[in-house]
């Protein structure tokens, strides 16, 4: 007779409405550490690191939301595996990802969000508007 032992995934998700204010950044950057520092996350292979890189990510993307689209929307969600971040908002075209410069003084954010993700992308929202996903891989390297 053979036994099937069942694994349990945890997962956890949390969705903050931001205003479209200079603020939002800063706040969705520490809401984001919170969630994240929790004690049962710290088991789903998150460490300071990961919690550093997520809130890097939230801040480039929430301030190009908010800069280009109003208020936003940022969702977290992590699991055993990953770390998933993503920001919609009303803007009437999709963000652009501009190659890093040396000289540049804006527009680094989302390349910067792209090498830091495992996967990266922007989608279109039904209604208008747009959400930018990127997702992290969470356990050994």
């Not at 969705?28 to 789903?44: G, H, I, N």
Request: charged share 30%; aromatic share 4%; hydrophobic share 35%.
């Amino acid at each position: 007779m053979r036994t099937h032992r069942r694994t349990h995934r945890r997962s956890a998700r949390v969705e903050y409405l931001l205003s479209d204010d200079a603020e939002s950044a800063g706040r969705a950057r520490k809401l984001t550490s919170r969630f994240l520092s929790r004690p049962d996350r710290r088991t789903a292979g998150l460490d300071a690191e990961h919690i550093g890189d997520a809130a890097l990510i939230v801040s480039e993307l929430v301030t190009n939301a908010t800069r280009h689209g109003g208020s936003c929307r940022l969702r977290l969600h992590v699991s055993d595996t990953q770390l998933t971040v993503e920001v919609y908002d009303g803007s009437p075209g999709p963000p652009r990802v501009r190659p890093l410069t040396t000289w540049g003084e804006s527009g680094r954010g989302l390349a910067m969000v792209r090498c830091l993700a495992q996967r990266f992308d922007i989608d279109p929202v039904d209604g208008g508007g747009n959400r930018v996903r990127a997702v992290l891989a969470l356990g050994p390297a």
